[in-house]
Nanobody
Framework: VQLQASGGGLVQAGGSLTLSCAAS????????MAWFRQAPGREREFVAV????????SYADSVKGRFTISRDNAKNTVHLQMNSLKPEDTAVYYC???????????????WGQGTLVTVSS
C-alpha cells in the first residue's frame, strides 16, 4: 500500500481544514487507517484511527470533538476533518495503514509522506 497525504496549509485559529490520504493497492479496505502528527521537537503522536470496515473510530483526547476521521473504501481514501483548530495543532500530519488496531505508531506498516498544517494565533 502506498499512501499520499495532502490538504495541509496555513489556517487561522478557529478555522477548519480537511486532510486527505489517497492509497494505492487493492488491499486498502483490509487496513485500519490512522492519522498521526509530529510537531517540531516532539515525538510523533496518535491523532485518530478508523477500523478497516469504518465501523469504529478513536481519537486522541486533544482532538476529540474537533476532528473527524472518515474513509471511503471504494475510492481508497481517508480524510481528517479538522475544526476549531488551535495553534497547538500545528504539526506535520501523517496517514498510516496497519493490520493491528493501535495507538502506537510502531505498529503501523505503511506511511504517507506527511502534510504540514500551520495554525496561526
Amino acid at each position: 500500500v502506498q499512501l499520499q497525504a495532502s490538504g495541509g496549509g496555513l489556517v487561522q485559529a478557529g478555522g477548519s481544514l480537511t486532510l486527505s490520504c489517497a492509497a494505492s493497492g487493492r488491499t486498502f479496505s483490509s487496513y485500519h487507517m490512522a492519522w498521526f502528527r509530529q510537531a517540531p521537537g516532539r515525538e510523533r503522536e496518535f491523532v485518530a484511527v478508523q477500523t478497516w470496515s469504518g465501523g469504529s473510530t478513536s481519537y486522541a483526547d486533544s482532538v476529540k470533538g474537533r476532528f473527524t476521521i472518515s474513509r471511503d473504501n471504494a475510492k481508497n481514501t481517508v480524510h481528517l476533518q479538522m475544526n476549531s483548530l488551535k495553534p497547538e495543532d500545528t504539526a506535520v500530519y501523517y496517514c498510516a495503514a496497519g493490520r493491528v488496531l493501535a495507538f502506537n505508531k510502531d505498529l503501523y506498516t505503511y506511511w504517507g509522506q506527511g502534510t504540514l498544517v500551520t495554525v496561526s494565533s
